[in-house]
């Protein structure tokens, strides 16, 4: 999904200088068995970032749901990448996978009201080939 490269060429900010995003990246099999791993990794994540306990439980609602949606679209022995942007009080996830034709996203599904509620942004992106879904959540306790 992504090119390491730029990482080595000294364009992406490097991790643990403060105020500065740092990325991380996971890859899956597109199988519910491993959501229990994003969960997880989402939530350590977010921990690191000093967010509440109720944001963290907000968080791994929100990707359990956001990831039941790429799932359902998955094609068969298809990849979940998952990318993490990490800021200073705000923790962005893209969740992705192959899919050759996914179906338009239906904005008004309880999983979708779910994880627009519980982000303070999120998108979808179905397009020939490729699924995802974005969301970006904010400490409650910025500003």
Do not use: H, K, N
């Not at 990482?7 to 500065?20: E, F, K, Q």
């Not at 790429?70 to 923790?91: I, S």
């Amino acid at each position: 999904m992504s090119d390491t490269s730029s990482l080595a060429s000294g364009d992406a900010p490097a991790p643990g200088v403060p105020g500065d995003p740092a990325e991380v990246e996971l890859r899956l099999p597109a199988d519910g068995a491993y959501v229990s791993v994003v969960r997880t990794l989402t939530a350590g994540l977010a921990a690191r970032l000093d967010f509440t306990m109720d944001d963290i439980e907000d968080l791994r609602i929100a990707v359990s749901e956001a990831s039941a949606m790429v799932l359902d679209e998955a094609d068969a022995g298809a990849q979940l990448d998952c990318r993490y942007l990490l800021a200073p009080g705000e923790l962005t996830l893209t969740i992705s996978t192959a899919a050759q034709d996914p179906v338009a996203p239906d904005y008004e599904s309880f999983g979708w009201q779910v994880l627009a509620t519980l982000a303070s942004e999120a998108a979808i992106d179905a397009v020939p080939g490729s699924y995802s879904v974005r969301l970006t959540v904010r400490s409650s306790l910025e500003p």
